[in-house]
């Protein structure tokens, strides 16, 4: 009497982990190549989207310069900045404008909507190098500056006055740096020491209330993004991988990448929905789905 109905468990059972399986695997993100190997140097870095659905990075075919990247892959050089100005870091406003860390020249660069000359923001010699930057939906600009040579590094925020304001010293090598989509937590990461801290920012853009958000115990970070729904895209350097991190600090998924060197991320494609990741080690790009659109993407859509 009880043969049929353990057959039946068993078969359903059978069913269960098929389906789980099944389910596993569709749930997968894969990472594929999004322009050829070295089409930019193994400096790329600084991935950004305009409006219009162009991708941009630094380095392209040689330091100094800046590339851009069309739908199809197609890419072709955008603009050189001035002098020995290297970039790093690019993001753009919500009125269409660029901006472009310059960590050589201590500078950060606009670039006005429909223009091509890079024009300086703001400069402050005192700054080790400015390396990535994010921008609050206000208009205010965060930069992380790392000291490469004494692992350290500080943050700073350069108002809509142009004037660059200190926020914090002391810190291990500051890397990447990301807003919240609702402006009010900023997100700084320590590539040595593997920190990833989050600060309140306050009305008047200085921060405070600072926490340890995450830690990893092995490989280094670089650059960082959030989606719309608040959660953060960490790409894990030498590891070649991209943490996705819900906004209390737990980590969702880990995207498993070609390449081991990811230096920085960014959202576009089809609404907003596709990390593009500059790898270094590869100088390309390589492409997964996200989760949720871009929040930056949002901003400027």
């Known amino acids: 009497m009880n043969f ?15 389906f789980v399986l099944i389910s596993c695997k569709a749930q997968k993100i894969a990472s594929t190549d999004f322009v050829e190997e070295f089409a ?32 199809k892959g197609n890419t072709e050089i955008f603009l050189r900045l001035p002098g020995k100005s290297i970039g790093n870091g690019i993001r753009f406003d919500q009125t269409g404008n660029m901006f472009i860390a310059d960590y050589v020249g201590h500078n950060v660069y606009r670039v006005e909507k429909g223009e091509g000359t890079p024009e300086v923001f703001a400069h402050n010699p005192e700054m080790s190098q400015p390396n990535d930057l994010a921008i ?12 490469w040579a004494e ?19 002391n810190m291990g090598t500051t890397n990447g740096i990301e807003v919240s989509p609702d402006g009010k937590t900023l997100y700084v990461n320590e590539s040595v020491q593997r920190n990833v801290w989050k600060y309140e920012i306050n009305a008047d853009g200085s921060l405070s209330n600072k926490t340890k958000f995450m830690e990893f115990k092995d490989f280094g970070m670089d650059g960082m993004r959030c989606d719309a729904k608040g959660n953060l895209y960490i790409t894990r350097y030498d590891k070649g991988t991209v943490v996705i991190a819900s906004p209390e600090g737990k980590i969702i998924k880990e995207v498993k990448l070609k390449g081991k060197k990811p230096s920085n991320i960014t959202f576009g494609g089809r609404n907003g929905k596709t990390c593009f990741v500059t790898m270094a080690d590869r100088g390309c790009f390589e492409s997964f789905t996200a989760l949720n659109e871009g929040n930056y993407y949002n901003q400027v859509h």
């Open 4 to 18: 049929f109905p353990k057959i039946f468990k068993t078969i359903l059972f059978g069913i269960f982990n098929c």
């Open 40 to 71: 930019f140097t193994k400096g790329i870095e600084g991935p950004a989207v305009d409006a219009a659905g162009n991708l941009y990075a630094v380095n392209f075919k040689e330091d100094g310069t800046i590339g851009i990247v069309d739908s």
């Open 151 to 169: 692992n350290s590094g500080r943050i700073w925020r350069v108002g809509k006055d142009q004037k660059i304001t200190l926020l914090e010293e």
């Open 136 to 147: 609050a939906p206000n208009g205010t600009i965060y930069l992380s500056d790392p000291n």
